[in-house]
T-cell receptor, first 111, second 114 residues
Framework: SQKIEQNSEALNIQEGKTATLTCNYTNYSPAYLQWYRQDPGRGPVFLLL?????KEKRKERLKVTFDTTLKQSLFHITASQPADSATYLC??????????FGAGTRLFVKA | NAGVTQTPKFRVLKTGQSMTLLCAQD?????MYWYRQDPGMGLRLIHY???????AKGEVPDGYNVSRLKKQNFLLGLESAAPSQTSVYFCASSYLAGQTGELFFGEGSRLTVL
């Protein structure tokens, strides 16, 4: 069956450290992979997109990698801040009109 | 610029009652989607629309109906609410489907069915 797996346990890190979140998928062949941020009681907000032929993408303090052989994406936040505390969602775009989401990983950054 | 607006934000229903959730977007997006979000399960696609007058089923369409009479509006209806439909519902829109079509989400509508 098709699955998207993100760490269900919350990630707790100290301010200034790099947070690394993992997204693994099975039985998909995504053309694109997206990452969203969701704050409590709010809708998800788009952060980054990476294509299947791209290994790495950066935007300010964010970095995403995409390994189609391992079927895995890593999402890094460098120099993390308490304001980065949120739930981060991985989403696969498999073609057509459907975007499939993982359950998300909650990140807590302590000051 | 309001983006994607959902109404109502909260609603409590009794089993068997009906209701409609309204989604409006002011970005002239072609594509609109309804998702539900449940703890530990992520966002699941209920129905979507690729343009005015069109609708299609997503991953979990049973018990829901939709309509897209105007490009800017996408309505989600529950004809006979069940406790299993207690969830947070998110509407989203995008300019392009798939590819670089980042989704713009509303703030959600929290529905409780007693």
């Amino acid at each position: 069956s098709q699955k998207i797996e993100q760490n269900s346990e919350a990630l707790n890190i100290q301010e200034g450290k790099t947070a690394t979140l993992t997204c693994n998928y099975t039985n998909y062949s995504p053309a694109y992979l997206q990452w969203y941020r969701q704050d409590p009681g709010r809708g998800p907000v788009f952060l980054l997109l990476i294509r299947e032929n791209e290994k790495e993408k950066r935007k300010e303090r964010l970095k995403v990698t995409f390994d189609t052989t391992l079927k895995q994406s890593l999402f890094h936040i460098t120099a993390s801040q308490p304001a980065d505390s949120a739930t981060y969602l991985c989403a696969l775009v498999t073609g057509g009109f459907k975007t499939i989401f993982g359950a998300g990983t909650r990140l807590f950054v302590k000051a | 610029n309001a983006g994607v607006t959902q109404t109502p934000k909260f609603r409590v229903l009794k089993t068997g009652q009906s209701m409609t959730l309204l989604c409006a977007q002011d970005m002239n997006h072609e594509y609109m989607y309804w998702y539900r979000q449940d703890p530990g399960m992520g966002l699941r696609l209920i129905h979507y629309s690729v343009g005015e007058g069109t609708t299609a089923k997503g991953e979990v369409p049973d018990g829901y109906n939709v309509s897209r009479l105007k490009k800017q509006n996408f309505l989600l209806g529950l004809e006979s609410a069940a406790p299993s439909q207690t969830s947070v519902y998110f509407c989203a829109s995008s300019y392009l489907a798939g590819q670089t079509g980042e989704l713009f989400f509303g703030e959600g509508s929290r529905l409780t069915v007693l």
